[in-house]
Every structure is written in C-alpha cells, then in structure tokens.
C-alpha cells in the first residue's frame, strides 16, 4: 500500500466488498485500495480475496467510501474527515447530506444510493452532489461507483424518489418472481423446470430491456398478440390494479426514506 491510499473503503461488508473487487477487475491497483474493517475474520478473508491492504482503523486517503450502517455513517464520516481525508462518498440510505456535513464538515461529501445488484457488477447508483462539491468531486465518485455498474446524477430532493424505485426495486422484482415460482409449480410444472424458467425469465427479460431503445410499453406490446396468452394474463393484472399496486408501493418506500432522513 502507498503511503496515503488513492480510496479507502470503510466497512468491508457485501457492498464495500462488491466495490473493491469491481475497482480491482478494472484495473485499479490494489495497492492503492485501503479497506477499513472491524472484524478480524473479514479482514483476513478481504486480505486474502482481493489482495488489498485491511485495516482495523480508519488511515487517511486521497478519497475514501464509507459503506456502514446507516446508524453509524455520520459518526464514521466524521473520523473519516478528521484524518485528513478530503472526499467522502456516503452509501447509507436515508442520511442526508446535511447531517453528513454537519458531521464533517471539512470534506466534500458525495450521497450516494446503489442496489444490490451491483454485487453482481450490474447495478445502478444515483449520487447527489454536496454543497462543496464541484465537478471534479463528482466525476470522482462517478469513476468509483462505476466499477459497479452505471451511475447517475440526480438533486437530492430526487434521492428518496430513487431509493424507492432502484434502491427498494430489486425487492419488489424478487417478490414477483417468487410469486411467478409458486404459480407455475401450481400449474403443474415440476420445481426445478419452474426456477429454470423464471431466472431465465427475469434474465432474459432484464437484458433484452436494458438493450433496448424502446420503451417498455412498445416491448410489452410487442409480445402481446391479440386475444393471445399474454393478452389473458396482462388483462388480469389490468383489472387488478397492478399499476395502482405499484404506484402505491414506490410512494410508501419513498416515504418511508423521508422519514429515515428525518
């Protein structure tokens, strides 16, 4: 490890792992990643997998990703700052940037909302710019968050709009395809061929979205015939009111990010 680390990654959990091995792949120097972690059996297991430098105490870096608790963030943030470091990404849902600043406020600090996909690399994170930041301090968390999957720039008025659907989303998409796994083993389908099916479902569906142009109304109308499969069980979620459903989903999670930021 250099003297003074290019990142420093504090709390080597799933995300802040995810992080590191996305930065790593991509072709950062691992000797120029500091990962700080409390525990002992992570350390030597972080160590170990991705050829980091592991600390059980936070050391001063040229930008550091605090990935704790969200109980903890502000707190962390604030030793974080007083080690000299300048720029400070924040992964915590629901901690606003003014409590951030008020903890540090000699750093820069950059909110930050991915999902849990980006443990797989294909996530997305949004990032909400401090009142210290300027665009260097963005494009730097953008070139951090990338290793994860992509990045986009939103006000923070916009942050628990986004939690709701990103953040909260992958939740509901598993929920759907539980609820899709029960319903094609009721139709007679064996389980195994059932959880083949639909992880191939959400798979294929996913990929052919995310390459697509076209909006999700025309792909869905692309594959409804009239008076077809599709047309008979999309007429059933019609009349069930799965849009409101949905709307009515996002807004409680949206809610509920307002009142954690409160």
Known sequence: MSAVPRLLVV??????????????DGGWDPGSICVVEIDPTKRESLSASLGVAVSAEIVAAEGAVVAVKPADVAAVSAVVAGSGTT???????????????????????????????????????????GSACDEDDMAWAESVLSAVGVVVRVPESQMDAVTAVAGSGPGYLFLFAEAMLTAAIDEGLPPDVADALVRQLFRGAGVLLAGSSEPPAVLRERVTSPNGTTAAGLARFEAAGLRDIVAKAVRAAATRSREMGR
């Open 11 to 24: 709390g080597g959990g799933n995300m802040g792992a995810a992080l590191v091995g996305g930065l790593v």
């Open 87 to 129: 720029r400070i990404v924040s992964i915590a849902a629901g901690v606003t940037l003014a409590a951030l600043e008020t903890a540090a406020p000699s750093a820069r600090i950059v909110r930050a909302m991915p999902n849990t996909p980006a443990l797989v690399g294909e996530g997305v994170t949004a990032i909400s710019a």
